[in-house]
């Protein structure tokens, strides 16, 4: 009998749709409700990531653009290879706050968890403008763009409220206050690259991706957990 009635329903589009769609809402619920409703930083291990400056998340937003992280992760795991060549494995707590995860699932190119502070702002400035003068016979795409192209400021208090109704923590800054944030920050590496001998203007794509990339690995605190061990 059962076997009658499954032959039937496989015949019949209408009550198998409706009985597939109530298997993936209840398998659904069951994953997603916990998710939403658990206290995150009970994940994040000994580190929870500190906000992204506006700036850094105007580069971030270039970076997802490009697809960056088709070639490139942004999760080093456990495995002591790993560990050797990109240094300490990642926490959940250090991407919490991105929308989306970067963590990728393909390493065509290194693994950029760690490669905040690893190179100076002239080296990023070259790669991304010729990635083949810095890596012989690399694949990478060239961003030269990125030199002419203009930041986007404009949209950053837009995004960062976004940010906070996702859960962020971003201060009450107000529009005028994440615009001069942002441009300060651009200024101090446009200073920072002459002083390297690259020159650009402080308003320029590639600042704003360079401020980024500089900051990973880098901006993350001791959970209270954490530190209430120590």
Same mark, same amino acid.
């Given at each position: 009998q059962w076997g009658d009635w499954y032959d039937r329903l496989l015949l019949n589009a209408l009550p198998f749709t409706v009985l597939t769609f109530i298997a993936v809402a209840? =398998? =659904?619920l069951i994953q997603i409700v916990p998710m939403? !409703?658990?206290?995150?930083?009970?994940? !994040?291990?000994?580190r929870v990531a500190?906000?992204?400056?506006?700036?850094?998340?105007?580069?971030?937003?270039l970076y997802v653009r490009e697809g960056c992280y088709t070639c490139h992760s942004q999760m080093i795991r456990t495995l002591v290879p790993d560990v050797m060549r990109y240094g300490d494995y990642s926490r959940l707590g250090e991407s919490i706050w991105d929308h989306p995860y970067q963590w990728g699932s393909k390493r065509t190119g290194p693994d950029l968890a760690r490669v905040g502070g690893k190179y100076n702002h002239a080296w990023h400035y070259d790669h991304m403008r010729d990635p083949r003068s810095i890596s012989? =016979?690399?694949n990478m795409p060239s961003y030269a763009g990125m030199l002419t192209a203009e930041t986007d400021y404009a949209s950053l208090p837009a995004k960062i409220r976004v940010q906070r109704t996702l859960g962020v923590p971003y201060p009450a800054w107000s529009d005028s206050m994440i615009e001069s944030l942002a441009k300060a920050q651009a200024e101090e590496i446009a200073r920072d690259l002459q002083a390297q =001998?690259?020159?650009t203007e402080p308003d320029k794509e590639i600042v704003a991706l360079i401020a980024y990339l500089q900051s990973l690995?880098?901006?993350?605190?001791?959970?209270?957990t954490a530190s209430a061990a120590r």
């Open positions: 209840a =398998g =659904g939403l !409703t658990i206290d995150r930083h009970l994940q !994040t291990e000994d500190a906000v992204y400056t506006p700036l850094e998340l105007a580069g971030r937003d012989v =016979g690399s =001998g690259r020159y690995g880098k901006k993350w605190e001791p959970t209270a």
